[in-house]
């Protein structure tokens, strides 16, 4: 049982450039979550999805996509990096049931934007 | 909507000595409130949490924190630090929405000294 799991955990990227972040759990959860986490601001939500094909923005939405094609998997998309995109990120699960208050998260992947 | 804020940002304390980061919330409804860990370059695991019932908490690794309704504070304590307790430390607040989301505070990073 790996929980979530998040690749790759580091990436550098020129302005301008795309990329995806991968996150999947194996813990048969509903709800997804991508938040970033940038000094002295805490984490903040990016995307949520409550169920496959499901999305809904969060806070600081703007300049990504996300896709929820399957319950296991849900991917953070940066079409045309920016430097304010240098964050480190993390994808959270959460289950139904008895579960039902706890976010679980990966380990983050660390990006750098230049 | 919720709030969460974190006082201190860095809290420095001699190994054995007693622990105590301070959080207060704002929700207009009942709150649903966490502490997380985060130890460097990981992610976040769940110390405890407050969801209903008993107002003293507690979690893994000694700590506990008491929700304090005429306060508005969930403070984290633990009675004897040790030096592997050298992390930063986040409270956040479960959004009162479907999605719940959770809010987080700006964070507290906790210093051991020998």
Redesign the interface.
């Known amino acids: 049982n790996a929980g979530v799991t998040q690749t790759p955990k580091f990436q550098v990227l020129k302005t301008g450039q795309s990329m995806t972040l991968q996150c999947a759990q194996d813990m048969n959860h509903n709800s997804m979550y991508w938040y970033r986490q940038d000094p002295g601001m805490g984490l903040r939500l990016i995307y949520y999805s409550a169920s496959e094909g499901t999305t809904d923005k969060g806070e600081v939405p703007n300049g990504y996509n996300v896709s929820r094609l399957n319950k296991r998997e849900f991917s953070l998309r940066l079409e045309s990096a920016a430097p304010s995109q240098t964050s480190v990120y993390f994808c959270a699960s959460r289950g139904d049931g008895g579960s039902i208050y706890e976010q679980y998260f990966g380990p983050g992947t660390r990006l750098t934007v230049t | 909507a919720q709030s969460?804020t974190q006082l201190g940002?860095h809290v420095s304390v001699s190994e054995g000595a007693l622990v105590l980061l301070r959080c207060n919330y704002s929700s207009s409804v009942p709150p649903?409130l966490?502490w997380?860990v985060q130890y460097p370059?990981?992610?976040?695991?769940?110390l405890l949490?407050y969801?209903t019932g008993a107002t003293l908490v507690k979690g893994i690794n000694g700590f506990e924190a008491e929700f304090k309704k005429s306060e508005t504070s969930f403070h984290l304590t633990k009675p004897s630090a040790h030096m592997s307790d050298a992390a930063e430390y986040?409270c956040?607040v479960?959004e009162d929405t479907?999605?719940?989301?959770?809010t987080?505070?700006?964070?507290t990073r906790l210093q051991v000294q020998p």
């Open positions: 969460v940002s649903y966490f997380y370059n990981q992610g976040l695991q769940l949490k969801t986040f956040a479960r479907g999605r719940r989301a959770l987080f505070g700006s964070g």
